[in-house]
């Protein structure tokens, strides 16, 4: 067994986040250059794409088999996943001839010519060859760990990746491409894997993470992030208001239309999905506010009205599905057997609640990371101090939640060695909960499950101890 189906295995049997994050650590790269070319150059939705991917090996990593090659199987997910979101077919003979035009005129293409190809090249490899290509050029692996991979040795192993090679360039030849073989595995070698972006990795495995601490059924969608910009943020709140009045003008109608109060929750759920996808992309952004000591104090204040202005309109959206749910127990007749929709229907909300709960706690860390910026390091003693850096046209939103949080750390940022993994914000306690909402110190928040509702183990581990700390 490699070391990374250990890691997997350590995840999918004993549910090991740290476990997980390494993995994402040793594949980010990896995944990010692949759904970079599939999406012809896109940074930002190959960003989306490779969260989906992420959140997929979450879901699924209990399902797969031990022998799985992780490499291979998060290649075929991602060229899925992208090739699925991006209308893979228009744009694969567009750029299959704009391929073969610019190969025609170029003596050294390099692999920015082949990239629109390459991967779908690669799923047409058989297991084996698909595998040695994976390894070598993408998981950049010697050959002496690529035979160890495929059980044999060194010497077989360069033949198999050669051997895979030539065949690589083969279907590449076919489709147009006029690369050499020994070109081909230079252009692997060298522009096969692309840094992802600084903080992605982070950003990717909390929120793959939440997701299946919150349960299944949030399918996330691709989602371009739009620029910071007041202009473009008036355009996400259009869409997430309107997403709010459909639900609560269909609740006045609940004991007559259930059927069209149902296809509306549908709809709510397929706006948290896209609220979801820009929360993580936030959550990257906000992560590196909180770190960065160039950033001005009106760029950091512009970061978290959006983030507030986002986290209040999940929290509306999150009460009109309440009401809607509630609404609809109270029609039913009392005799009435467990519904699967209204089952569906409790879990969409809870769902719903978790994610507005995370907005709102990395507004309220957030807001403590400006205050101590702004007081010689020191985290306020209290939320209302942190309010004051909550934008004052939006602060009335995010106070609605001031008696849903409290502070555990009032102490100095110096003096907290692990900002990821130590908590700032708690959500306040609530007797039979087994979901409860973090802030931490880099800015980030993330949902934490308990199926016994006891939480003290897991805040032993990081909430600081110290004076006057809750």
């Known amino acids: 067994m490699t070391e990374s189906q250990q890691l997997l295995a350590d995840y999918a049997?004993?549910?090991?986040?740290?476990?997980?994050r390494e993995l994402v650590a040793r594949y980010i790269n990896f995944v990010y250059s692949t759904a970079l070319r599939l999406v012809g150059g896109d940074t930002q939705l190959a960003e989306d794409v490779t969260q989906v991917v992420f959140i997929g090996l979450a879901r699924k990593a209990r399902s797969l088999s031990g022998e799985v090659m992780l490499g291979g199987?998060?290649?075929?997910?991602?060229?899925?996943?992208?090739?699925?979101?991006?209308?893979?077919?228009?744009?694969?003979?567009?750029?299959?001839?704009?391929?073969?035009?610019?190969?025609?005129?170029?003596?050294?293409?390099?692999?920015?010519?082949?990239?629109?190809?390459?991967?779908?090249?690669?799923?047409?490899?058989?297991?084996?060859?698909?595998?040695?290509?994976?390894?070598?050029?993408?998981e950049q692996r010697d050959f002496r760990s690529v035979g160890v991979a495929l059980g044999s040795n060194e010497d077989a192993a360069r033949m198999r990746v050669n051997r895979a090679l030539e065949k690589l360039h083969s279907i590449l030849k076919r489709r147009g491409v006029a690369l050499s073989v020994g070109a081909l595995g230079t252009a692997l070698t060298v522009e096969a894997v692309t840094a992802a972006p600084a903080g992605l990795a982070?950003?990717?495995?909390?929120?793959?993470?939440?997701?299946?601490?919150?349960?299944?059924?949030?399918?996330?969608?691709?989602?371009?992030?739009m620029t910071l910009t007041k202009l473009q943020a008036g355009i996400i709140?259009?869409?997430?208001?309107?997403?709010?009045?459909?639900?609560?003008?269909?609740?006045?109608?609940?004991?007559?239309?259930?059927?069209?109060?149902?296809?509306?929750?549908?709809?709510?759920?397929?706006?948290?999905?896209?609220?979801?996808?820009?929360?993580?992309?936030?959550?990257?952004?906000?992560?590196?506010?909180?770190?960065?000591?160039?950033?001005?104090?009106?760029?950091?204040?512009?970061?978290?009205?959006l983030r507030s202005e986002v986290s209040a309109l999940k929290g509306q959206l999150a009460e009109a599905a309440k009401i809607s749910a509630l609404a609809q127990k109270q029609s039913a007749p009392p005799s009435t057997p467990a519904d699967p929709q209204e089952e569906e229907r409790q879990q969409a909300l809870a769902r719903q609640q978790a994610i507005a709960k995370m907005g709102y706690s990395r507004s309220w860390v957030m807001a403590s990371i400006l205050y101590a910026e702004q007081n010689g390091g020191q985290y306020p003693a209290s939320l209302g101090q942190a309010a004051t850096f909550i934008p004052d046209d939006h602060k009335d939103e995010v106070l609605l939640a001031t008696n849903q949080f409290e502070l555990v750390y009032q102490g100095s940022r110096s003096a907290i060695t692990n900002p990821s993994s130590t908590i700032v914000i708690r959500e306040i306690p609530v007797a039979g909960s087994t979901l409860r909402a973090y802030g931490f110190a880099d800015g980030h928040s993330e949902i934490h499950k308990e199926e016994t509702g006891d939480f003290s183990a897991y805040e032993a581990q990081h909430i600081i101890n110290q004076p006057g700390n809750p």
């Open 202 to 225: 982070m950003s990717v495995a909390g929120t793959a993470l939440a997701s299946v601490s919150i349960g299944g059924g949030v399918s996330v969608t691709l989602l371009k992030l």
């Open 237 to 305: 709140s259009a869409i997430a208001v309107a997403g709010v009045i459909a639900p609560i003008t269909i609740q006045h109608q609940a004991q007559m239309k259930l059927r069209a109060k149902d296809a509306a929750l549908q709809q709510q759920n397929e706006q948290l999905a896209s609220l979801a996808s820009e929360n993580s992309r936030l959550s990257n952004q906000l992560a590196q506010a909180g770190n960065s000591q160039s950033l001005s104090q009106q760029q950091l204040q512009d970061l978290l009205k």
């Open 73 to 138: 199987w998060l290649h075929q997910h991602t060229f899925h996943v992208a090739t699925k979101s991006v209308r893979a077919e228009r744009r694969r003979q567009s750029r299959e001839s704009e391929a073969a035009q610019m190969n025609a005129q170029s003596d050294d293409p390099g692999l920015r010519h082949v990239a629109p190809l390459l991967d779908e090249a690669i799923t047409q490899l058989d297991r084996d060859d698909r595998t040695a290509i994976l390894l070598r050029f993408f």
């Open 13 to 20: 049997k004993n549910g090991s986040e740290a476990a997980f």
